[in-house]
């Protein structure tokens, strides 16, 4: 049987990162305690990356790209109540892996310019994701909303979504947020769709709902 080659010493770092700053928050993890969980020198760990920013910048950077990724892919066409769900489940399942950056949002923004910056143009860029599901919608007759009920919609969207996490911590500060909290988070932003949905997509979205909130 051929063996699987070893991860890189990089990849193995950026990995235990992510999940000790998923676990713990990023503020509560040194350079030190990540090079300890990997059971490598501090050393080791600083040749691959000069600092914990850096560290940061790269997962950020991962992020980004997997989110550019998931924003684009609904663009264009005409949208249905399913496109909605899809694209709703896959952007919180992102959040949900990246969710250190969201649960500690403005910490983080305030101590890292570059995250401020990028973030900023993801926000936008969500906003038109959202919006453009909206009028797909619209045009598949789906759903009636003026232009500016969809970009008033599609901003309430955008605001529920990046602090969907926040809230979920901030109503139980010292339990664990689960990995369902992102189905929670999905349904709470597909709620703000519904009162725009007509007829059958209505029903629809009815009968989605008592499905997903099993899960």
Not at 86 to 101: C, D, G, N, S
Not at 117 to 133: E, N, P, S, V
Not at 192 to 204: C, D, F, K, N, Q
């Amino acid at each position: 049987m051929e063996r699987k080659p070893k991860r890189r010493t990089r990849e193995r770092i950026l990995e235990a990162s992510l999940r000790l700053f998923n676990d713990f928050g990023e503020h509560n993890v040194s350079t030190t305690t990540i090079a300890d969980e990997l059971d490598i020198s501090p050393g080791n760990l600083y040749y691959h990356f000069h600092s914990k920013d850096e560290l940061l910048e790269e997962l950020f950077g991962q992020f980004e790209r997997e989110i550019t990724a998931t924003l684009a892919a609904p663009a264009g066409g005409r949208s249905t109540v399913e496109d909605i769900w899809l694209f709703l489940h896959l952007l919180f399942e992102l959040i949900w892996k990246y969710r250190f950056l969201y649960r500690d949002l403005a910490d983080l923004l305030s101590r890292n310019r570059l995250l401020e910056t990028h973030l900023r143009a993801i926000l936008a860029h969500k906003g038109r994701t959202a919006a453009a599901l909206c009028e797909g919608l619209v045009s598949n007759g789906e759903m009636e909303a003026t232009k500016a009920e969809i970009q008033t919609l599609a901003v309430n969207m955008v605001v529920l979504s990046t602090f969907w996490l926040s809230f979920e911590y901030a109503r139980d500060p010292r339990g664990k947020i689960e990995g369902e909290g992102f189905t929670r988070g999905a349904y709470q932003v597909m709620a703000l769709v519904a009162p725009y949905l007509r007829g059958l997509s209505r029903e629809h979205f009815e009968a989605l709902s008592r499905e997903y909130l099993k899960n």
